[in-house]
């Protein structure tokens, strides 16, 4: 009896340390790479289907990340949602390439205070993003991107850069999910024609929710399709609720910039 507690503990223990290590297979997929500028350099992983055919042309997903994953060790802006892009399923339905760069820690997407009940776009944008955007150019120009197609997500502090993209590449994007966050809502009309899903949680205490449904009716006010869905029981940390939801990446997927 002992022999069979032993063997069947090993057991379970062999289990979960492979379940372990599959549930983060999918990070070796992502290409591990840096992209240097004047300004310096920002860090990025980025995943590329194999086998794309001569004619075929690629969707293309920015995700930006949230303040709690800043840094330069090209790891840490995987921790939230990037996976479920990643999941088997979505990728063999939606191939697509996933660009996911890495804000520097004395940086942010857009500088601006997260805490405030509305702000102004700042006149400059940021150095991570200005170096996204210009990363952005580089592979479009290098990879078989659908430029019809190009998506942006973002949580906390990078749902505030979904926002600020949103405005200072009205024609880029074809559509985007902003997670808690919020932008300026005198630059709503720039984007009436790019598609919007917005999430927040109801009793989010670190950015306000009204950041996010005041940008989502200040751009309908000006002809725009945006949409928001507020979590009644939830507060900052939402976005797995958000990005676990099949149907939100489908919604993604099937947009379209319109030319």
């Known amino acids: 009896m002992r022999f069979f507690f032993v063997v069947f503990s090993s057991l379970l223990f062999f289990i979960s340390s492979f379940s372990a290590l599959s549930q983060d297979d999918w990070k070796d997929w992502m290409l ?60 063999m339905q939606f191939r697509c390439i996933i660009l996911a760069p890495q804000c520097p820690a004395n940086a942010r997407w857009v500088e601006v205070d997260w805490s405030n009940a509305s702000h102004k776009m700042p006149a400059r944008i940021s150095v991570p993003l200005f170096q996204t955007f210009t990363l952005l150019d580089s592979l479009i120009a290098a990879l078989p991107v659908d430029t019809l197609r190009v998506y942006i997500t973002g949580l906390s502090m ?32 720039l984007m009436k024609k790019v598609p919007v899903l917005a999430f927040h949680g109801k009793l989010d205490h670190l950015v306000i929710p009204s950041r996010t449904t005041n ?15 507020l979590f009644p029981k939830l507060g900052h940390l939402c ?15 099937f947009q379209k910039r319109q030319k």
């Open 32 to 91: 591990h790479k840096t992209f240097e500028t004047s300004q310096g350099v920002l860090p990025y992983r980025m995943y590329v289907p194999d086998s794309i055919g001569p004619d075929e042309k690629l969707p293309l997903v920015l995700f930006l990340h949230g303040a709690g994953e800043r840094g330069d060790d090209n790891e840490a802006q995987l921790t939230h949602g990037v996976r479920h892009f990643m999941n088997d399923s979505i990728r």
């Open 158 to 189: 990078g749902g505030f850069g979904t926002w600020d993209a949103l405005a200072r590449r009205p024609d880029f994007f074809a559509a985007a999910m902003p997670v808690c966050g919020g932008g300026d809502e005198g630059t709503a009309c």
């Open 215 to 229: 940008m989502v009716n200040a751009v309908n006010q000006c002809g725009g399709n945006a949409q928001f869905v």
């Open 239 to 253: 976005w797995e609720q958000v990005y676990s939801n099949v149907e939100n990446i489908r919604w993604l997927f």
